[in-house]
């Protein structure tokens, strides 16, 4: 079973709504532990003061920010702490929006909200609430605070269960000014080309058609070192030719996929 994460409520108005909060991801990167190569033996970190080249035990350990002229504010803990939220187990729903309008870059990270327990009117709430969330495709914007930190989340339905999802701050998201766009609009008949090999290319989305090739790639090679076998580099991929024409291009890459020389 899946371990909760917060428990609290999701409050609308004069509704709470009893709920858990669980992870809706799983871990699934392969993990290391730094270690000397010589003997295998764990590498330990240790925080030094690099003016009295002496360790420094942690709660000696202050906070520093850095200023625009060079100069830095150091914080105490207790200083840091003045700062945090208030502590609440609530879901604060603030307003409702329509779910197509959100745009996924503020989407962080997703986490599922079940009942808390099975009281019956726990379950009536969270029911009604999951319904008429359905019913009428909106989206709920609200916060919460999870440890030391304030969230802007999104609840939504998911599979007949309620997700939530932390949300980036409108500030967090980089201006589109700040990146170069393309160049001239293309003619027409090129455009026409990119049309038909996105056609082409277009199919239902299955997110089970992809896998992470890295992590594949990196288990057989653990694998086949706990076997005591040799690992080789492979061959260096040569760098592609310079960029044929973009018409040749377009043209050449829909033959292939028409012939099944590429998929």
């Known amino acids: 079973m899946a371990r909760s994460l917060w428990s609290g409520s999701l409050s609308f108005g004069l509704v709470n709504v009893p709920v858990r909060l669980y992870s809706a991801v799983h871990d699934r990167d392969l993990h290391f532990r730094q270690l000397h190569a010589e003997d295998?033996?764990?590498?330990d970190t240790r925080r030094f003061c690099s003016q009295e080249?002496?360790?420094v035990a942690f709660e000696e350990i202050g906070h520093g920010y850095e200023l625009e002229d060079g100069g830095q504010v150091v914080l105490t803990d207790g200083e840091l702490a003045l700062a945090e939220p208030r502590k609440?187990?609530?879901?604060d729903i603030e307003a409702f929006v329509d779910l197509a309008d959100v745009d996924p870059i503020h989407f962080d990270h997703p986490y599922f909200l079940a009942p808390a327990g099975r009281d019956e009117g726990a379950l009536r709430a969270y029911?009604?609430?999951?319904q008429v969330m359905q019913s009428t495709e909106r989206a709920a914007l609200g916060r919460f605070v999870m440890r030391t930190k304030e969230y802007l989340v999104l609840?939504?339905?998911?599979?007949?269960r309620l997700a939530l999802t932390t949300?980036?701050?409108?500030d967090?998201?980089?201006?589109?000014?700040?990146?170069?766009?393309?160049?001239r609009t293309p003619a027409k008949k090129k455009l026409d080309e990119a049309r038909r090999l996105i056609e082409a290319m277009t199919v239902e989305w299955d997110p089970g058609r992809y896998e992470d090739c890295y992590r594949e790639r990196l288990a057989e090679v653990i694998e086949k070192r706990r076997k005591g076998g040799k690992v080789t580099a492979p061959e260096p991929e040569k760098a592609p030719d310079?960029?044929?024409?973009?018409?040749?291009?377009l043209e050449k890459t829909l033959e292939d996929m028409k012939t099944g020389s590429r998929r």
């Open 53 to 55: 080249d002496r360790e």
């Open 88 to 91: 609440t187990r609530t879901i």
């Open 242 to 249: 310079a960029a044929p024409d973009l018409m040749e291009a």
């Open 172 to 183: 967090e998201i980089r201006p589109t000014e700040d990146v170069a766009p393309g160049g």
């Open 155 to 160: 609840v939504r339905v998911r599979d007949d």
């Open 40 to 43: 295998g033996a764990p590498i």
């Open 167 to 170: 949300m980036l701050f409108h």
């Open 127 to 130: 029911d009604l609430l999951l």
